[in-house]
């Protein structure tokens, strides 16, 4: 607490009673401010998670790019030059979000995570207020002594739940972001994989509602729910071998 509750002795004078009620008023704001602090909380662990699923989704439709960009160097340091028609396929990166079993199971993992920070720090602050409000209607039973150090240990924790409520949106944040590699560098290595054992394709390219330039493409170079299949046996198969 940043100021010290007094409680002061029944016998004491009557200026030192109003100088106690503005301590009471002071701690009351206080509380107050640790609450606009705690909804804050929940705002940042929100914000964090919607980052964190639009970070997957983006980068998931980066991720053909990438294979693209592998098979362009690999073409080139070996001096092949194409003839006849280029072999082109798409995947629906908005599909491998919905149903790949590793991203399906990130997400709600992810909002899990997040559920259980709102509830702790909550539960922290709840307890807290409780104890302090405790003390301001029992603290004239201690004795000043006891009194400096209850104010003390409020103090503390007060300062280390201000620093949770601060840390532990970012730490959260950062572990979207690992979660996020995690998915891309499985779906980037199934699908150059992929295409090394089949040779199809020249290109394949990300198709996304809510991403990336392309406006049309036929249907049938849709290579999605192959992909989507063949993600899940692998991933299934991980799981059983853990």
Same mark, same amino acid.
């Given at each position: 607490?940043?100021?010290?509750?007094?409680?002061?002795?029944?016998?004491?004078?009557?200026?030192?009673?109003?100088? /106690?009620?503005?301590?009471? +008023?002071?701690?009351?704001?206080?509380? =107050?401010?640790?609450?606009?602090?705690?909804?804050?909380?929940?705002?940042?662990?929100? @914000?964090?998670? @919607?980052?964190?699923?639009?970070?997957?989704?983006?980068?998931?439709?980066?991720?053909?790019?990438?294979?693209?960009?592998?098979?362009?160097?690999?073409?080139?340091?070996?001096?092949?030059? /194409? =003839?006849?028609? $280029?072999?082109?396929?798409?995947? %629906?990166?908005?599909?491998?979000?919905?149903?790949?079993?590793?991203?399906?199971?990130? /997400?709600?993992?992810?909002?899990?995570?997040?559920?259980?920070i709102e509830s702790s720090l909550k539960n922290q602050y709840t307890q807290l207020q409780k104890e302090e409000q405790d003390y301001l209607?029992?603290?004239?039973? $201690?004795? $000043?002594t006891q009194q400096q150090a209850k104010e003390k240990e409020f103090q503390q924790r007060e300062q280390q739940l201000s620093q949770a409520m601060q840390q532990q949106p970012a730490q959260f944040?950062?572990?979207?972001?690992? /979660?996020?590699?995690?998915?891309?560098?499985?779906?980037?290595?199934?699908?150059?994989?992929? %295409?090394?054992?089949?040779?199809?394709? +020249?290109?394949?390219?990300?198709?996304?509602?809510? %991403?990336?330039?392309?406006?049309?493409?036929?249907?049938?170079?849709?290579?999605?729910?192959?992909?989507?299949?063949?993600?899940?046996?692998?991933?299934?198969?991980?799981?059983?071998?853990?």
């Amino acid at each position: 607490m940043e100021e010290n509750l007094n409680i002061n002795q029944p016998q004491q004078q009557e200026n030192t009673v109003i100088e /106690q009620t503005e301590v009471v +008023n002071n701690q009351s704001a206080q509380v =107050s401010g640790t609450d606009k602090e705690i909804k804050s909380v929940k705002r940042y662990v929100i @914000i964090a998670i @919607i980052i964190g699923i639009v970070a997957l989704a983006v980068g998931i439709a980066a991720l053909c790019k990438k294979g693209t960009n592998v098979t362009e160097t690999k073409v080139k340091a070996e001096k092949v030059v /194409q =003839s006849g028609n $280029l072999k082109i396929a798409y995947i %629906n990166t908005d599909t491998i979000m919905a149903k790949y079993t590793m991203a399906v199971e990130m /997400q709600k993992n992810l909002q899990s995570k997040q559920a259980g920070i709102e509830s702790s720090l909550k539960n922290q602050y709840t307890q807290l207020q409780k104890e302090e409000q405790d003390y301001l209607k029992n603290g004239q039973n $201690l004795t $000043l002594t006891q009194q400096q150090a209850k104010e003390k240990e409020f103090q503390q924790r007060e300062q280390q739940l201000s620093q949770a409520m601060q840390q532990q949106p970012a730490q959260f944040q950062q572990e979207v972001a690992q /979660q996020n590699e995690k998915l891309l560098n499985a779906v980037l290595a199934f699908v150059k994989d992929y %295409n090394a054992k089949h040779e199809k394709y +020249n290109i394949i390219m990300s198709v996304s509602r809510n %991403n990336g330039p392309t406006l049309y493409i036929d249907e049938g170079m849709d290579i999605t729910d192959e992909i989507v299949k063949g993600l899940n046996e692998e991933y299934e198969n991980v799981k059983k071998n853990k």
